[in-house]
């Protein structure tokens, strides 16, 4: 790997949760949110973590990583009953060490929009609606999907990534409005 690119055991996984738990908390996801929120595919997503795509592929990581922490988020106390191994701490800690927030490297894409938008979810449920970086996080998720559908929209070709930047529009459209 190139040196500016974190190594394979910063984009393990297990320094937030074993394997069993990483799946089962996706899978709550899927079970409780996806029909409201439905920005993500759920046999991409499980197909992409099977094949241990989080140990190669920064940005992946860093999206499973955001859905772990917004999903013990939402889930509040029973989250911390069922998942104390993952924090907000933890999963921000896991982001900051592999360079996720450095904005000078950041690249517009779905994944990262969507990264954002459950980052600032963990936010919001540790600090409400007015915490700071729920914000600034919900603006930069924003301003991404802006350039995404002004700019690279037109130029997708594979339909469940146009479908899933339209979701993700109009998700992020409501709570702009």
Request: proline content about 4%.
């Amino acid at each position: 790997m190139p040196p500016d690119l974190p190594d394979a055991n910063d984009l393990s996984l297990e320094r937030i949760a074993s394997p069993a738990i990483v799946k089962a908390v996706l899978e709550e996801w899927f079970e409780l949110y996806h029909s409201a929120c439905p920005i993500m595919h759920r046999a991409t997503i499980f197909r992409r973590l099977d094949a241990n795509e989080t140990l190669s592929d920064m940005s992946f990581f860093c999206f499973v990583v955001s859905i772990l922490s917004s999903t013990t988020g939402n889930l509040r106390h029973a989250g911390q009953q069922r998942y104390p191994e993952i924090t907000l701490a933890k999963c921000e800690d896991a982001l900051e060490q592999v360079g996720f927030f450095n904005i000078r490297k950041a690249s517009m894409t779905l994944e990262r929009c969507i990264t954002l938008y459950h980052m600032s979810y963990s936010h919001y449920f540790h600090g409400g609606m007015d915490d700071p970086t729920c914000f600034r996080y919900m603006q930069e998720a924003t301003s991404i999907m802006k350039w995404l559908v002004s700019y690279d929209l037109r130029h997708m070709s594979d339909f469940k990534a146009v479908q899933l930047t339209k979701r993700t529009f109009w998700l992020l459209f409501s709570y702009n409005w």
